[in-house]
């Protein structure tokens, strides 16, 4: 004999009745920190966007401008080492 599922439905839910989904077993995203501090999107000033006319150009642009602002050389880093304790784990 099957054991018939418990489910948590809101009025506010807007799923089908053949998709249940028990909002009290869901966890956070473990990849949200990964994006934390960094710029998904940029937006133009309209009269830099009119300049170009496509994103594609915009990226060309900006490409050929960051070839010519010369840079401080770095010291390169060694490539990591695959396997061991990752990082973050103590």
Not at 7 to 24: A, G, Q
Not at 79 to 84: E, H, I, L, S, T
Request: no cysteine; charged share 35%; glycine share 4%.
């Amino acid at each position: 004999m099957k054991r018939a599922r418990k489910t948590v439905r809101n009025s506010s839910d807007d799923l089908r009745p053949e998709y249940v989904f028990d909002y009290s077993k869901a966890k956070a995203n473990p990849y949200a920190a990964r994006l934390k501090g960094r710029t998904v999107a940029v937006v133009l000033e309209p009269d830099v966007a009119a300049v170009s006319p496509s994103s594609k150009a915009v990226n060309t642009q900006m490409r050929a401008v960051d070839a010519a602002v010369p840079r401080r050389s770095r010291k390169r880093l060694a490539p990591r080492k695959r396997g061991g304790r990752t990082r973050g784990r103590t």
